[in-house]
């Protein structure tokens, strides 16, 4: 197995998934990690976004599709797996209408955005092509892997001034070993997956751990997460924020991963949030 040197990360665009396995849990693991659902557009989201397309961001012989609304200071929405930029529309006009530019996009696999192999890995990456694209960006808010790819840019010394994470996880490790629980690997075919894991994302799993990222929160953050999300613990939330001096985390209920989404409360108190930075 070959890793990258100590910045962490092979820099090749989507790397080869290697060879099926006769056994079909090991596959869907595989399949369950790697191959998000690509989610089209509806008629609301086209229009919302008919003028605000820019020219897609070429990364890793992959092209990105964006979106901007508003002129200010740059805000980037990060969206989560299976899901792709204009789910968080609902976060855009009140933004702008607070004074920020808001740009959306599609990480790799999703959306409008070519390629067919993701992980959160690859989302950290593009997010921090995009970042470096800009130029300067006010704050981030991401939902679910959009989250967890922030805390990776983060550690990689992109700086914001405020983020907002939205039922995101915190670490690598708890997800991998949830897949190889959920599609019922034993022992021998849960270490091959975690194995595959590593070389398909270019470096060990604990390195994509809070432990090894959490010396990028330099900044003030705020943390949003049902205590009964059934998609990603709420103990994910908890345990960023104990890494995270400069962070408040907000326990909801009611709402789940994903319905937090449109809630009106958690878009306002996330907006709130940004715009507090904007004066410092």
């Known amino acids: 197995m070959q890793f990258s040197n100590a910045a962490g990360f092979v820099t090749g665009a989507n790397r080869d998934l290697g060879p099926a396995h006769d056994?079909?849990?090991?596959?869907?693991?595989?399949?369950?990690?790697?191959?998000?659902?690509?989610?089209?557009?509806?008629?609301?989201?086209?229009?919302?976004?008919?003028?605000?397309a820019e020219a897609p961001l070429r990364h890793e012989g992959l092209e990105l599709a964006r979106w901007t609304l508003g002129v200010g200071p740059r805000v980037l929405l990060v969206h989560g797996w299976n899901s792709r930029g204009a789910h968080l529309l609902g976060f855009a006009r009140p933004l702008v209408d607070a004074g920020f530019s808001v740009t959306l996009f599609d990480l790799p696999g999703h959306?409008?955005?070519?390629?067919?192999?993701?992980s959160v890995v690859h989302a950290g990456r593009a997010l921090r092509a995009l970042m470096a694209d800009i130029g300067s960006v006010h704050g981030v808010i991401g939902h679910s892997m959009g989250s967890a790819a922030a805390l990776l840019a983060f550690a990689h010394g992109l700086p914001v001034k405020r983020s907002?994470?939205?039922?995101?996880?915190?670490?690598?490790?708890?997800?991998?070993?949830?897949?190889?629980?959920?599609?019922?690997?034993?022992?021998?075919?849960?270490?091959?997956?975690?194995?595959?894991?590593?070389?398909?994302?270019?470096t060990r799993i604990a390195n994509v751990d809070l432990e090894r990222l959490q010396h990028g929160l330099r900044h003030p953050g705020l943390i949003v997460h049902d205590?009964?999300?059934?998609?990603?613990?709420?103990?994910?939330?908890?345990a960023l924020h104990a890494a995270w001096p400069g962070s408040h985390l907000e326990p909801l209920t009611g709402l789940g991963h994903r319905r937090l989404l449109a809630d009106t409360d958690v878009i306002a108190r996330s907006v709130a949030f940004i715009?507090?930075?904007?004066?410092?």
């Open 111 to 118: 959306g409008d955005s070519t390629g067919h192999a993701a």
């Open 164 to 202: 907002v994470h939205l039922a995101g996880p915190s670490s690598l490790t708890p997800m991998v070993k949830g897949i190889a629980r959920a599609q019922g690997l034993v022992p021998s075919d849960a270490a091959a997956f975690t194995g595959w894991v590593e070389n398909f994302i270019g």
């Open 275 to 280: 715009a507090d930075g904007a004066s410092t």
């Open 227 to 238: 205590t009964e999300d059934r998609i990603v613990p709420f103990a994910a939330s908890q």
């Open 23 to 52: 056994d079909g849990r090991l596959a869907a693991a595989r399949h369950a990690f790697s191959t998000p659902e690509r989610v089209a557009l509806s008629a609301a989201e086209e229009a919302a976004l008919a003028a605000a």
